[in-house]
């Protein structure tokens, strides 16, 4: 009696024939440089936009303005526990 075989029958053979390909081709699709540039570049500028110098400087005050008043509550706090 011979042993049947058990790779899954003419379906299995196909997928195992195929499967081993997928990772190579998206390798191969991601490291073009056209997609590259046309896809991942548009979608980081799309995502986070360059910033403008007006926007940097009022986060900076923000952030100044916010550790003053947080400087003065401790401040305050101190004094009031002395």
């Not at 940097?56 to 706090?77: C, P």
Request: proline residues 5%.
């Amino acid at each position: 009696m011979q042993e049947e075989k058990r790779d899954g029958g003419e379906a299995g053979g196909v997928l195992d024939d195929t499967l081993p390909h997928f990772p190579v081709a998206m390798f191969w699709i991601a490291n073009q440089a056209e997609w590259f540039e046309d896809y991942v570049i548009q979608r980081k500028r799309e995502l986070w936009p360059p910033e403008k110098e007006d926007q940097r400087r009022e986060l900076e005050e923000f952030k100044e303005r916010i550790r003053k008043q947080r400087e003065e509550k401790l401040l305050r706090a101190a004094q009031q526990s002395s």
